[in-house]
């Protein structure tokens, strides 16, 4: 069966940076667009980050443009998502997503997801 396994989370200090991991198996990995979503508490699950399926395509939110970065290695069906000059409000739980082909920013329309990896930012 098709599995997304986030890793890399923790709790950091403000200005530090982190690096998620995303590793998939069950599916053909470069057939995929592969998203990341962020859940802070008592709000909705928000876009962050997407990458086309040969990683020629990248879009971002506007909260974390020019701190986030998102990448993938096909050869180890992984996504990642380098986060630097982390903030508090970017404390969240933070989810990879899969989405056959074509890259989207919208959450409903993603095939697989993962269970997340908590990411707490201290001031």
């Known amino acids: 069966q098709v599995q997304l396994v986030e890793s890399g989370g923790g709790l950091v200090q403000a200005g530090v940076s982190l690096r998620l991991s995303c590793a998939a198996s069950?599916?053909?990995?470069?057939?995929?667009?592969m998203g990341w979503f962020r859940q802070a508490p008592g709000k909705e699950r928000e876009f962050v980050a997407v990458i086309s399926w040969n990683g020629g395509r990248t879009y971002y939110a506007d909260s974390v443009k020019g701190r986030f970065t998102i990448s993938r290695d096909n050869a180890k069906n992984t996504v990642y998502l380098q986060m630097n000059s982390l903030k508090p409000e970017d404390t969240a739980v933070y989810y990879c997503?899969?989405?056959?082909?074509?890259?989207?920013?919208?959450?409903?329309?993603?095939?697989?997801w993962g269970q997340g990896t908590q990411v707490t930012v201290s001031s």
């Open positions: 069950g599916v053909t990995f470069s057939r995929y667009a």
């Open positions: 997503a899969a989405r056959y082909l074509q890259a989207t920013t919208t959450e409903g329309e993603y095939d697989y």
